[in-house]
């Protein structure tokens, strides 16, 4: 088992940035694949990004290519966020979710260990 807990949310201007961070404990954090999903009011969760073992293979939603940069430091057992240029359609709750599967995932139920989530605002 492993439990993830997010932080860094927060309140920002659009075209702003923010680092989400979450931190896993637990299970061998190395072992796991990692990606980041949200949700928005009203709206489905959605895939964000994902990132590989060793992180080396990162993966992202169309939504994010090219803004959002996900990355993991297994030491600190840690994997982060990294989003620039925000906009107000990236408001929602920001979940890190950890994965067995041994291939690159990008579905929720192939994540079966989930954060609780941290709120982003983006203001215009």
């Known amino acids: 088992q492993v439990q993830l807990v997010e932080s860094g949310g927060g309140s920002v201007q659009a075209g702003g940035s923010l680092r989400l961070s979450c931190a896993a404990s637990?299970?061998?954090?190395?072992?796991?694949?990692m990606g980041w999903f949200r949700q928005a009011p009203g709206k489905e969760r959605e895939f964000v990004a994902t990132i590989g073992r060793s992180g080396s293979n990162t993966y992202y939603g169309d939504p994010v290519k090219g803004r959002f940069t996900i990355s993991r430091d297994n030491t600190k057992n840690t994997v982060y966020l990294q989003m620039n240029s925000l906009k107000p359609e990236d408001m929602a709750v920001y979940y890190c979710?950890?994965?067995?599967?041994?291939?690159?995932?990008?579905?929720?139920?192939?994540?079966?260990?989930w954060g609780q989530g941290t709120q982003v605002t983006v203001s215009s």
């Open positions: 979710a950890a994965s067995s599967r041994l291939i690159i995932a990008m579905r929720e139920s192939d994540y079966r260990y």
């Open positions: 637990g299970s061998t954090f190395s072992s796991y694949i």
